[in-house]
């Protein structure tokens, strides 16, 4: 059983940057895929990255060209670089992996592995 923990989170200014990371207790070279979705109240979940083994990886519109998402395997961390952060991306971020799935199973929120959640907020 693999456990993945979210740290990184905090209270950033509209325009700064943070970078979320995720570590699990086993290795992530097994997984597929692997992922980063974020909850904010009142709104629907988003998944906003993905990264296989493959090294592919792929953004939800609305965070392209300022997220950035890496895997170093060697550490069994994700990571999330987030720049340009602005108030709507205010949410708690969850980190997701599967090992016998896709990145489509990631889009339907089918995964094996979620860890606890980490608070962004962006705000003046």
């Known amino acids: 059983q693999v456990q993945l923990v979210e740290s990184g989170g905090g209270l950033v200014k509209p325009g700064g940057s943070l970078r979320l990371s995720c570590a699990a207790s086993?290795?992530?070279?097994?997984?597929?895929?692997m992922g980063w979705y974020r909850q904010a109240p009142g709104k629907q979940r988003e998944l906003v990255a993905t990264s296989t083994n493959g090294d592919s990886t792929a953004y939800a519109d609305s965070v392209r060209g300022r997220f950035t998402i890496s895997r170093d395997n060697a550490k069994n961390t994700l990571f999330l670089q987030m720049s340009s952060l602005k108030p709507e991306d205010t949410a708690v971020y969850y980190c997701?992996?599967?090992?016998?799935?896709?990145?489509?199973?990631?889009?339907?929120?089918?995964?094996?592995?979620r860890g606890q959640g980490t608070q962004v907020t962006v705000s003046s």
């Open positions: 997701i992996g599967t090992v016998g799935g896709t990145v489509e199973s990631l889009g339907q929120y089918e995964y094996d592995y």
């Open positions: 086993g290795s992530i070279f097994s997984m597929n895929a």
